[in-house]
């Protein structure tokens, strides 16, 4: 067998994939990103309440929970680059038709099912298949670049909106939005998004059509083989544990601070915290996943909520020890995805790494659409925060216990 490449071969071959990878999946966070800014002028104009003009994103989420594996198996059997291309022209499509909105719920629904259906084609399993496929040595970093891409629609998307929205109002801020992202991103993945997956796709049509045996798989388990594993399960909950954390936590961190004696315009600002650390934290976590044991790395990671938790229930914490802890939230949120998807590929490996990764989504839109009702629920019984936190940190302390527990991972795989 010969020597594998290193990270530097790797980046010099195929550092277009992450990048193209990383605008690809700009587009699933145009659904929060993007949407944000225009919220306040809908609820306007239709009457709503919060409630209902955030409802979409509840239906995206329950849609991700029945349809995540499925999309998995079609970026399996038909490449990520397919899929990429189609998710992506479906979401930004659809989020552009928000700007149809009539005012009933009905119509709200129907549209955010329009986006619902393009999400789940453009979730993280599609861009970091095809960047896993091409990256050994330095595939924790390359993910970590790939999964940067939320960041940039963190970074970019409201400040065109305002910018589209100030002079000609919502509509054509949400149309215009989702036709720019459109026409930034597809050529770039038209152009530069390829995985292994398409290659192995034609080379089996290849030897198919010549009558000769099937060219080898990637390496990797059979999902049969993969549910047998421990680490899945433990790779399951702990993906469902960090999205139970995250969006309890995030919708709440504002008003959680201003429990703690902040001043609402302190507690905004020590929140936007959490942007900047986050983008450090992925890729950090990515540099050091190629470099450190993967599951020490997991495993201190899950612990930063216990942590930053145990900063917040201190008597009467100041400013800078809620920086401190804020710091550690915005570092998980940054880490999360990085750790999950790397663990899935190096214990499981790659032939089945889409359908795996879209059940490691589908646990996670679990502990996402309980989230916010049982911190809520908690906050309205207690009228504090306190015992969310001491939940959150047991269920992350549970978490990082699994990941100390999983070990290394093997090095070779069987061939289908």
């Given at each position: 067998?010969?020597a594998r490449?290193?990270?530097a071969t790797e980046?010099?071959?195929y550092g277009?994939v992450?990048?193209?990878g990383?605008?690809g999946?700009s587009?699933a966070?145009?659904?929060s990103y993007?949407?944000?800014p ?10 709503w309440?919060?409630a209902?003009?955030m409802?979409g994103?509840?239906v995206?989420?329950?849609?991700a929970?029945?349809?995540s594996?499925?999309a998995g198996?079609?970026i399996?059997?038909?490449?990520p680059?397919r ?6 022209i ?7 038709l ?17 986006i ?10 599609a861009?970091t298949?095809a960047v ?6 330095g595939r924790g970093?390359?993910?970590a670049?790939?999964l940067a ?11 065109i909106a ?9 509509r054509?801020g949400i149309?215009?939005?989702?036709l720019i992202?459109?026409?930034?991103t597809?050529p770039?993945?038209l ?5 292994r997956?398409?290659e ?13 045996p099937?060219a ?8 049969r083989?993969s549910?047998r ?7 399951a909950?702990g ?18 601070l ?5 001043s609402?315009e302190?507690?905004?600002a020590?929140?936007?915290?959490v942007?900047?650390?986050?983008l450090?934290a992925?890729?950090?976590?990515g540099f ?5 044991p993967?599951h ?6 899950f ?10 229930l201190l008597d ?5 020890v809620?920086?401190?802890?804020v710091a550690g939230?915005?570092?998980?949120i940054?880490a999360?995805?990085?750790?999950v998807?790397y ?5 499981m490996?790659?032939?089945h ?8 989504l589908m646990?996670g ?6 989230a916010?009702?049982?911190a809520g629920?908690?906050?309205d019984t207690?009228g504090n925060y306190?015992l ?5 940190m047991?269920?992350m302390a549970v ?10 991972p093997r090095?070779?795989w069987?061939?289908?």
């Amino acid at each position: 067998m010969g020597a594998r490449p290193g990270a530097a071969t790797e980046w010099r071959r195929y550092g277009t994939v992450p990048l193209a990878g990383a605008m690809g999946y700009s587009c699933a966070s145009l659904m929060s990103y993007g949407f944000g800014p225009f919220v306040a002028a809908i609820e306007a104009e239709f009457g709503w309440s919060r409630a209902v003009s955030m409802s979409g994103i509840t239906v995206t989420s329950l849609f991700a929970i029945v349809f995540s594996v499925f999309a998995g198996l079609a970026i399996d059997r038909f490449g990520p680059r397919r899929v990429g291309i189609v998710g992506v022209i479906l979401m930004c499509g659809a989020f552009s038709l928000l700007s149809t909105a009539t005012g009933t719920r009905l119509n709200w629904t129907l549209l955010w099912l329009g986006i619902a259906v393009g999400m789940i084609f453009v979730q993280a399993n599609a861009w970091t298949s095809a960047v896993a496929s091409r990256f050994d040595a330095g595939r924790g970093f390359a993910i970590a670049v790939t999964l940067a891409g939320s960041s940039v629609c963190a970074i970019l998307a409201p400040l065109i909106a305002s910018w589209l929205m100030a002079d000609r109002g919502w509509r054509f801020g949400i149309a215009g939005l989702g036709l720019i992202w459109l026409a930034l991103t597809l050529p770039v993945v038209l152009a530069l998004f390829r995985g292994r997956q398409e290659e192995e796709i034609a080379a089996r049509r290849s030897t198919a059509e010549r009558g000769e045996p099937a060219a080898a798989a990637l390496p990797g388990l059979s999902v049969r083989e993969s549910l047998r594993l421990p680490a899945f399960w433990i790779i399951a909950f702990g993906n469902l544990a960090f999205v139970f954390y995250s969006m309890s936590i995030a919708p709440n961190l504002v008003a959680l601070l201003g429990t703690k004696g902040l001043s609402f315009e302190a507690a905004a600002a020590t929140a936007s915290l959490v942007g900047v650390v986050s983008l450090v934290a992925r890729l950090s976590a990515g540099f050091l996943l190629d470099r450190l044991p993967a599951h020490l790395v997991a495993t201190a990671i899950f612990l930063l909520p216990v942590a930053s938790g145990a900063l917040m229930l201190l008597d009467a914490p100041g400013p800078v020890v809620l920086g401190l802890a804020v710091a550690g939230f915005g570092a998980t949120i940054g880490a999360e995805y990085d750790v999950v998807f790397y663990l899935v590929s190096r214990h499981m490996g790659l032939r089945h790494f889409g359908a795996l990764l879209g059940a490691m989504l589908m646990a996670g839109a679990v502990g996402g659409i309980f989230a916010p009702v049982v911190a809520g629920g908690l906050y309205d019984t207690t009228g504090n925060y306190d015992l969310v936190l001491m939940i959150l940190m047991g269920v992350m302390a549970v978490g990082a216990t699994g990941m100390l527990l999983l070990g290394r991972p093997r090095d070779e795989w069987p061939q289908a």
